[in-house]
Structure formats: C-alpha cells, structure tokens
C-alpha cells in the first residue's frame, strides 16, 4: 500500500520531529519505507530519516506492507500533515 502525502511544516524537520516520526513507524509490524527523491528509506531507521531532509511543501511517498499497512500508512500521513 503506498500513499503521496505533502508534509504540511513550515521549516525543515529536525532532529526531535524525525525521532518522533521513526519512535512512530517502530509502532507498527508492517515495514514501513519513505520514498523522496528517488531515494526510499526505512521508516524504522533514524539515520534513513535523516538523510531525506523532509520539509513543508515537499511531496513524500509512503509505502507500508503488511497486516496493520492501513493504520501504519495512515498514522504517518497524520503526523506530516498536522
């Protein structure tokens, strides 16, 4: 399962929004990857995370796979849009 999100922040994410999000996809037994920029990285990885450079405006693509992938893809697209 895969969804287009465009994270709706002001500035760049920082180090504390990056763990937060990583602590969040940890929640979920599905695998859980971010896709930018021709990049795709584990969700589950904080350095992965980092190295995507997440900003306000900037579309980012995620894709889950497993059985709770709904609610995994659903709680990220929460976090990056509220």
Same mark, same amino acid.
């Given at each position: 399962?895969?969804?287009?999100?465009?994270? #709706?922040m002001s500035? *760049?994410?920082?180090?504390?929004?990056?763990?937060?999000? $990583? #602590?969040?996809?940890? #929640?979920?037994?599905?695998?859980?990857?971010?896709? =930018?920029?021709? +990049?795709?990285?584990? *969700? +589950?990885?904080?350095?992965? =995370? =980092?190295?995507?450079?997440?900003?306000?405006?900037? =579309? $980012?693509?995620?894709?889950?796979?497993?059985?709770?992938?709904?609610? *995994?893809i659903h709680?990220?697209?929460?976090?990056?849009?509220?």
């Open positions: 399962m895969k969804k287009d999100v465009v994270i #709706q500035n *760049a994410m920082e180090a504390t929004p990056i763990a937060h999000l $990583v #602590q969040l996809a940890n #929640q979920f037994d599905s695998r859980v990857y971010f896709e =930018m920029d021709n +990049k795709r990285v584990n *969700a +589950k990885s904080i350095m992965g =995370m =980092m190295s995507l450079v997440l900003s306000g405006g900037s =579309m $980012v693509t995620i894709d889950a796979e497993g059985e709770d992938e709904d609610k *995994a709680a990220m697209e929460n976090f990056l849009t509220t």
